[in-house]
């Protein structure tokens, strides 16, 4: 089927779940997932919408391919307007609760208003039921989620919940699915806690049919096939996971580092993805246990990890003596290079932290790394921290901050709204290292050019899960470019974007695209859903999300003048590496990219380009 | 070598297949007195619900299958045992010599000494025969009253439910399924069965029934019925009496020891007539279930073929579908004296677990909608496993207790 | 030879893979919460478990079935359970000390692994051979058996 | 001249024995190619995918060219990605 054609529709503020029929004419046009969120949120709400209020809708929407056997089949997208950015926020998670809401019979949910009290939605199967949840409000998603499963007697019951961070108003805060699975950026967690939702609870015993069965085992057991034989996806992301790119990128020189003011860190090595492996000095054993996979996925990135008893973050906390999701390329550098930590224990600590609280550790390290310029500059006191010393490299400043933010306590509510209003705050906007107020992810875009195009245009603020240039620039992915030059990287970031919006769509995660092309993920959305899904067409849909997104944004008030840098990209040279003396040369870029978009000097889309995309 | 088994319920036809199998080299003679091939009450309910038709309720379902293993069968009923000389008296005059003896008589169900009880229109539900009566007198719409709210009465209620029967059951006690449910779950279970549309009334007896012109039964809370039919589920009592003086030792049932022998040699029983050893308590019991039934028949076949084989005892253990709302208990659900429990109980989904314990080991447990990897509570009370640290998160979600048996007995980590 | 599914827990990564296979060989759509084999995952100790019916010789649930629904097959050495014979009386549910055999209340039935016809989907499916389909003298059995003697209502004679 | 040798990922098992964590110094003659560094600890051709001197990318045919000098800093991984 792909898609069961049936959505959730919860009305917080009434307190009334209700099925209705998914609009088949959209799902045509969106595919699912990302596309197909966004148009209802841009055909229901109003662009200029407040984020927090009861006015923005939160949609929970799952793929034509979650809940498949197509590898990477099991994710989930929670779309809604961002508090961080107030741009349109789309945040994607894997684990095992998007293919539960799809075995329930449930294509998206849809969540609107506002509850008067906290509250908790269960679903199984075909009967949803808000729950009274006072008593899980101001409780950690660790604690949430087995008390849920618990209480409803089902140890398979999935549950996806927000932690203190998410209702203390952490503009960053995330949604949590499986302990350690994060629909992590642009504060979707902030809007959910702002409806007091605190969870949603899925058991789905109804399962999921393809449209076309025999063609569709087919094309996934070829895509299967692709994977395993992949030297990246067969043996480079089971093995070191995401994080055997923190050696890769600061060899480069684009491994941001002290709030971008270098690009390389001399501790990588101590927190790399190869780090993790080795048997610690302490203890003999290694930060990794093991690697784990989502739903479905044949490729297994995902890192287990547990921290060394002994040492000092944990030492009198047993409670976190356990395995547990462990650091991501994206957290551990924000956590560590960023901030100039080069401690694996610590970073897995407040990664635990982020994942317990439901917080995003990009921007929540990026917004301590942000503030740790200001102190070391004097614009923030100890007075401001209440006593804390944050300097660079203080593990201390880091581990303490973690916990405040998490409970909403002292300058941990500073921090907690990022690091685009603590800089404006303490009158150094220039610091923040934000596109859209969301903060930068771990590539230096002097020393990798096209992901500087890519931070500016992002449809949900910085971020490099938009288009990951990074393949192509460093990796050789499909194609090798050089990374320091601005030639091509237009059309470049572009096909990235739209590729992008395609899987991001299908319920597939973005790491098929290492291996997979466009000609391999089709075949396999083409036996799952009706219509025509060939190459073309999926490419042209994907074109059309990318534009749907942009005149979402452009609605909320957004302009050209948003696809920006921060000046220190633009004006301050590398110090060091390859792009030593370089900056990142948005300006060659960036007119280009409107006119390859088929948008106005202005980076509004002409009605050409809208009308070839049926918009 | 000649071996007799009087009984051709599940424990006697095992113990026959297993004499058989053990190529004993001598004859085997199983005696049963209901004219149908050997069947299953466990099948019943699902007779009267229409799922399945007489012969789905036959223990085998090959019509060879007893002559190709040399079983001799035989309808009769013993009515008496010479153990000096070696036989067993039959009621149709004859009598048939042993050199072993296996009896696996089973129970029979019981009628309350109530005024009336044993006119017309009053039915057991625990033979064919007595289903066909059932069958016969029930039609869309009947009144059925069903005393007792026990185990058997629970289990034939979906029948008459799905039969369009409307059905009141009746019980002296103050809950239903006291003997196997704590009474939360019982609670849930009565509960459940008034959303179903079924009357339940706990604490309530029948003084008296008459039958002018159809039936009448005066109820103790000064209620009068007309129903077309009685049905009486009230308890079963092992089938015994024609050992009476034979010598062979009795308590409840008959006295077996651990490899299923009784007092006298050669003479073993089975099933729902022999108190065995007791898993939980060490001492002797009568477990009328299917699982004990099937045990013992082949232990007691095994010894009586010369093979050495000693039982561990039986585990006390059902599971109840009543209507649809699935319920387990197993082992010392009540609670083991000194032990400690966990508990997870929510109403409004109809799931109910307790879990029993004796230090670190699981014991015993009751459990309400719950119905995947059930039997893993079994094996955890069985092989009387340390728990360890599984107890206390046990203690904190009982539901685990399939990832508690994985963790205890599989190396997870 | 007799075959037996050898699951090795360490390489397991929790992808489900395996419960996809086995829900759509026998249910005919995705649906692990059909699947007759399950994966448990400890979190805590970062381990993923997979585990279905070891076809154990003692086969509990076979002995316990009132009305023979559930077969050897004589060829795999699976417990098979014959749809149209069973009842649904779940005696072997409560019966079997491993829980690898369910009740499926949808279909009124009891299910469990039938080693599918001596082809398991469940290895074919599985990306990292944390279950694999092999001679049974080289699978973890002997370590199971030794469980199941201690599970077992019969004391093993010396 | 001495260099400096980086080999990363499952790259890593062919490090000298005296590496510390994934680095090692090599002692090689003036006019060693990044190529023949490489194949002098052994690592197979098709498996060095990502080779940088000093940070820079070096293309598989540039590799044989791509003379050394004292100080360099050669690095390598097999085909790796992240995000």
């Known amino acids: 089927m792909g898609w069961h054609g049936k959505i959730l529709r919860v009305d917080l503020s009434k307190g009334t779940c209700k099925a209705e029929d998914l609009n088949q004419e959209w799902a045509r046009n969106y595919l699912g997932q990302r596309g197909l969120a966004t148009k209802y949120l841009c055909e229901e709400t109003d662009p200029k919408v407040d984020p927090l209020s009861p006015d923005n809708k939160l949609i929970f929407a799952t793929g034509p391919l979650t809940g498949s056997m197509a590898s990477t089949g099991g994710r989930y997208s929670v779309i809604t307007k961002g508090p961080l950015t107030n741009c349109i926020a789309c945040s994607n998670s894997g684990g095992y609760w998007g293919a539960e809401l799809k075995f329930a019979g449930w294509d998206m949910v849809i969540l609107e208003g506002k509850s008067k009290k906290p509250v908790y939605l269960f679903i199984s199967d075909d009967e949803a039921t808000l729950m009274p949840a006072d008593d899980l409000w101001g409780k950690s998603v660790w604690e949430t989620e087995p008390t849920i499963k618990a209480r409803l007697q089902d140890p398979q019951i999935r549950v996806t919940s927000i932690g203190r961070a998410g209702e203390n108003g952490v503009l960053y805060a995330g949604i949590i699915n499986d302990l350690h699975r994060a629909a992590g950026r642009s504060g979707v967690g902030a809007v959910m806690g702002s409806k007091n939702l605190k969870a949603i609870a899925v058991r789905g015993t109804k399962g999921d049919k393809p449209h076309d069965p025999k063609a569709f085992m087919e094309a996934t057991v070829a895509g299967k096939k692709v994977l395993a034989e992949n030297a990246v996806t067969g043996q480079g992301l089971p093995t070191y996971g995401t994080q055997v790119l923190m050696n890769v990128i600061n060899e480069i020189g684009a491994m941001p580092t002290r709030n971008w003011r270098e690009v390389q860190f001399d501790g990588a090595a101590a927190i790399s993805g190869e780090a993790m492996h080795e048997p610690r000095k302490s203890d003999g054993k290694a930060n990794l246990v093991t690697n784990q996979a989502c739903f479905g996925c044949t490729i297994a990135c995902g890192r287990i990890s547990k921290i060394d008893e002994e040492h000092f973050t944990v030492k009198t906390k047993p409670e976190y003596w356990h395995a547990s999701g462990g650091v991501e390329y994206e957290a551990a550098w924000a956590l560590g290079s960023d901030t100039g930590i080069d401690d694996l224990e610590a970073l897995t600590y407040a990664n635990y932290l982020c994942n317990e609280d439901g917080f995003d550790p990009i921007s929540f390290g990026a917004t301590v790394a942000a503030a740790m310029e200001l102190y070391e500059m004097g614009a923030i006191t100890d007075k401001d921290t209440g006593g804390i010393e944050l300097k660079f490299g203080s593990v201390e400043a880091l581990t303490t901050l973690t916990e405040l933010t998490a409970k909403g306590e002292g300058f941990g509510k500073e921090i907690g709204l990022g690091s685009k209003r603590l800089c404006e705050k303490y009158g150094h906007p220039d610091l923040s290292m934000t596109v859209k107020g969301q903060e930068f992810p771990a590539y230096d875009a002097r020393g990798i050019q096209g992901m500087g195009l890519t931070y500016a245009t992002s449809n949900r603020g910085a971020c490099h899960l938009r288009s990951y240039t990074v393949a192509s620039e460093v990796m050789g992915i499909p194609e090798k470019t050089d990374p320091l030059v601005t030639d091509g990287k237009a059309g470049l970031v572009m096909a990235f974007q739209d590729a992008t919006a395609v899987v991001d769509s299908s319920g597939l995660c973005v790491f098929v695209t290492f291996a997979w092309s466009m000609e391999d993920i089709a075949p396999q959305i083409q036996a799952a859903c009706e219509g025509d899904w060939s190459v073309e067409n999926l490419l042209l849909t994907g074109e059309r999300i990318w534009n749907l997104e942009r005149k979402y944004n452009l609605s909320a008030g957004m302009t050209a003048k948003d696809d920006t840098l921060p000046k220190r990209l633009l004006k301050e040279a590398a110090k060091t590496g390859p792009a030593k003396g370089k900056v990142n040369d948005l300006g060659k870029m960036l007119p280009e990219y409107y006119e390859l978009r088929g948008w106005t000097t202005e980076g509004v889309p002409t009605n050409e380009t809208l009308d070839r995309l049926a918009l | 070598m000649k071996h007799v088994i009087l009984g051709a319920g599940p424990g006697g036809v095992i113990a026959a297949e297993t004499l058989s199998k053990q190529g004993h080299g001598g004859a085997i003679t199983l005696v049963g007195d209901e004219p149908e091939p050997p069947y299953s009450r466990m099948a019943i309910p699902y007779l009267l619900s229409d799922i399945i038709d007489e012969s789905g309720t036959y223990l085998r379902k090959n019509p060879d299958h007893y002559e190709k293993l040399g079983i001799d069968r035989l309808q009769a009923r013993a009515s008496g045992i010479d153990t000096k000389k070696g036989r067993v008296a039959l009621d149709n005059g004859k009598e048939l010599p042993y050199d072993r003896l296996l009896i696996a008589t089973g129970s029979s169900a019981t009628t309350p000494p109530i005024e009336g009880l044993d006119g017309p229109g009053v039915h057991h539900c625990w033979t064919l025969e007595d289903t066909r009566h059932i069958l016969k007198s029930i039609e869309p719409g009947s009144e059925v009253l069903l005393m007792g709210a026990g185990f058997v009465a629970c289990i034939i209620l979906n029948g008459l439910v799905k039969r369009g029967a409307k059905v009141t059951a009746i019980v002296r006690g103050p809950r239903m399924v006291r003997s196997m449910m704590t009474e939360t779950a019982g609670g849930m279970i009565k509960r459940w069965c008034g959303e179903k549309g079924i009357r339940v009334l706990t604490e309530t007896n029948a003084t008296r029934v008459t039958h002018d012109g159809g039936l009448k039964v005066d109820l103790d809370n000064s209620e009068t019925m007309n129903p077309a039919l009685i049905i009486v589920a009230v308890g079963v009592k092992p089938n015994m009496d024609f050992i009476d003086g034979s010598g062979i030792e009795t308590d409840y049932g008959i006295l077996v020891d651990n490899h299923m022998q009784t007092n006298i040699e050669g003479i073993f029983a089975t099933g729902d007539v022999a108190q065995g050893l007791d898993f939980s308590s060490g001492g002797r019991s009568v477990h009328a279930i299917q699982p004990t039934a099937s045990e013992h028949g082949r232990i007691a076949a095994l010894n009586m073929a010369g093979v050495p084989a000693t039982y561990k005892g039986s585990l006390l253990m059902n599971v109840l579908d009543t209507v649809g709302l699935i319920a387990t208990s197993f082992g010392q659900w009540q609670g083991a004296k000194g032990g400690d429990h966990a508990e997870a109980v929510d109403e409004d989904h109809y799931k109910y677990l307790r879990l029993e314990f004796e230090e670190d080991r699981l014991v015993g447990a009751c459990s309400v909608g719950i119905t995947q990897h059930v039997g893993a509570v079994r094996g955890l009370i069985q092989s009387r496993t340390r728990l360890g640290h599984w107890k206390k998160r046990l203690v904190q979600d009982p539901t685990r207790f399939m990832e508690a048996y994985l963790g205890s007995t599989q190396p997870v980590g | ?87 649904g009386c779940k005696v072997c549910t409560i019966a079997c000390p491993f829980g690898t055999i369910n009740y499926n209340a949808s279909a009124g039935v009891v299910v469990k692994c039938d080693l599918c016809d001596g082809d398991p989907e469940c290895a074919k499916a599985c990306p990292t051979e944390a279950i694999t389909y092999v001679d049974a003298d080289w699978t973890g059995l002997e370590r199971m058996r030794d469980w199941a003697d201690k599970t077992a209502n019969e004391q093993p004679q010396a | 001249m001495k260099i400096t040798l980086k080999l990363f990922a499952l790259l890593g098992r062919y490090l000298p024995k005296d590496a510390t964590g994934n680095e090692a110094v090599l002692d090689l003659a003036e006019g060693t190619t990044a190529g023949e560094a490489l194949h002098h600890v052994g690592v197979p051709g098709d498996l060095a995918h990502l080779v940088l001197v000093n940070g820079v990318y070096l293309a598989p045919s540039e590799r044989s060219g791509k003379v050394l000098t004292e100080g360099d800093a050669l690095a390598a991984w097999p085909p790796v990605a992240g995000g």
């Not at chain 3, 759509?24 to 919460?33: C, L, S, W």
């Open chain 3, 1 to 87: 030879m007799i075959r037996a599914l050898q699951i090795e827990p360490v390489k397991c990564t929790g992808c489900l893979q395996c419960e996809m296979a086995c829900s759509y060989e026998k249910e005919g759509v995705f649906n692990p919460a059909k699947s007759r084999i399950k994966v448990f995952n400890f979190h805590e100790e970062g381990r993923m478990v997979p585990y279905t019916c070891t076809q154990c010789a003692e086969a509990w649930c076979l002995h316990a079935c009132p009305v023979d629904a559930i077969r050897l097959d004589a060829e795999t050495g699976a417990k098979i359970v014959v749809d149209v014979l069973c009842v």
